[in-house]
C-alpha cells in the first residue's frame, strides 16, 4: 500500500508516516517503480503500536526502545516494564506539578473579588 493508505489505515498523517521514516523509526517496506513509499501490514501494525505509544506520551526515543522489543520475541517484559514504569513516574511527577498549580491559582481566584475595583490578586502575585 502506498503512504497515504497506511496511513489512514494507522490513523496517522501522512506527514506523520513520511516523519517517521525519515528518522528511521518505522521504515517502509520498500519502494514503488515509480520511487514512492510503499507500507505492508507489518509496517501499518508498527505505525499502530507507534500511535498508541505517543498517545500514552511516550517519546519517540521511548517508542524506538519498546519497537525494538516488540520484534524481540525473546524479550524480557521487565525490559518493557522499565520503559512503562518510567513513564508512569514521569505521569505521576507531572500531575503533582499541576495539582500545585491548581491548589496555588484556586486560592488567587478565590481570594480576587472580581468586582470593578482596580486591586486583584492575582495580577499582585505576578507583578
Given amino acids: 500500500m502506498n503512504i497515504s493508505q497506511a496511513a489512514k489505515a494507522s490513523g496517522l498523517a501522512t506527514k506523520t508516516v513520511r516523519y517517521y521514516a525519515d528518522i528511521g523509526l518505522v521504515k517502509p517496506a520498500g519502494r514503488s517503480a515509480s520511487g514512492y513509499r510503499t507500507y505492508t501490514d507489518p509496517q501499518v501494525r508498527k505505525l499502530n503500536f507507534v500511535r498508541r ?8 526515543e521511548d517508542c524506538r526502545g519498546l519497537l ?3 520484534e524481540d520475541h525473546e524479550r524480557s517484559s521487565a525490559d518493557v516494564k522499565h520503559i512503562a514504569s518510567k513513564r508512569l513516574d514521569d505521569i505521576k511527577a507531572k500531575q503533582r506539578e499541576l495539582q500545585t498549580l491548581h491548589d496555588e491559582l484556586a486560592h488567587l481566584v478565590k481570594s480576587c473579588r472580581g468586582d470593578h475595583r482596580p486591586d486583584c490578586p492575582i495580577i499582585d502575585y505576578f507583578g
Fill in 53 to 60: 505509544a505517543r498517545a500514552f506520551g511516550f517519546s519517540i
Fill in 68 to 70: 525494538g522489543l516488540y
